[in-house]
């Protein structure tokens, strides 16, 4: 099964642990690919982490990281690359959001969008916020520093930024320090070579 097709099924599967009055699914991984990425060739790897990569992210973030396996959606214009789109469930507070962190070939976080959170919507961090991640660094994401807290959402927001913190994290530690070139020695060996135009085969319904 296509990995996008995966994620589809996580956003909805959100929905069936909150009330329904709750949860919502705000975007499909199909649609948010097509946002960020128009008239790109996104390409989906998937990558198998090292004990020694995992030990790297843990002391990026100061936090351990337990996933051996993740997947990342590497966009490119012709032979430009545009750059890279990771997708990442996580708990909010009692339940769980769907973030899409796009980062650029320099490393900063180029859009993040949210595709489905499943708490009551008053915890939701308002999209104006959102759009201050853009353009954030490696521990440029803390809350009350380099991006304003939000009042009676204050698990939103850390679990928002600890997810950005831990993309830029994954992103360099797979790929590299910054660079203006495209990662090429760096550059993991796909396991799964197929491609997908975002306008038009993103995943099989």
């Given amino acids: 099964m296509p990995d996008i097709r995966r994620h589809l099924q996580i956003a909805a599967a959100l929905l069936l642990v909150a009330p329904c009055a709750h949860g919502q699914v705000k975007m ?7 946002l960020a990425f128009p008239k790109c060739v996104v390409e989906r790897r998937t990558i198998t982490l090292t004990e ?4 790297a ?3 990026l973030t100061g ?3 337990t996933k051996s396996m993740v997947f990342a959606y590497i966009a490119r214009r ?8 990771w997708f990442d469930v ?4 009692s339940k769980k959001q769907l973030l899409m962190v796009v980062v650029t070939p320099r490393l900063t976080v180029d859009r993040v969008e949210v595709l489905a959170f499943a708490e009551p919507k008053r915890y939701a961090a308002p999209k104006k916020w959102v759009g201050k991640l853009a353009k954030k660094r490696l521990g440029q994401v803390r809350p009350g520093k380099d991006v304003p807290r939000i009042t009676g959402a204050t698990l939103t927001v850390r679990a928002t930024t600890r997810c950005v913190d831990r993309i830029l994290a994954l992103h ?3 790929f590299g320090k910054p660079t ?3 990662p090429s020695k760096k550059d993991p060996k796909p396991k799964n070579k197929g491609k997908a135009k975002t306008q038009t085969k993103g995943a099989k319904r």
């Fill in 28 to 34: 499909t991984t199909e649609k948010a690919l097509k």
């Fill in 52 to 55: 020694k990569q995992r030990l």
């Fill in 57 to 59: 992210l843990g002391k």
């Fill in 63 to 65: 936090r351990k990281f």
């Fill in 78 to 85: 012709g032979k430009t690359l545009v750059g890279t789109a």
């Fill in 90 to 93: 996580h708990k909010v507070r």
């Fill in 172 to 174: 360099q530690t797979v």
């Fill in 180 to 182: 203006a070139k495209e």
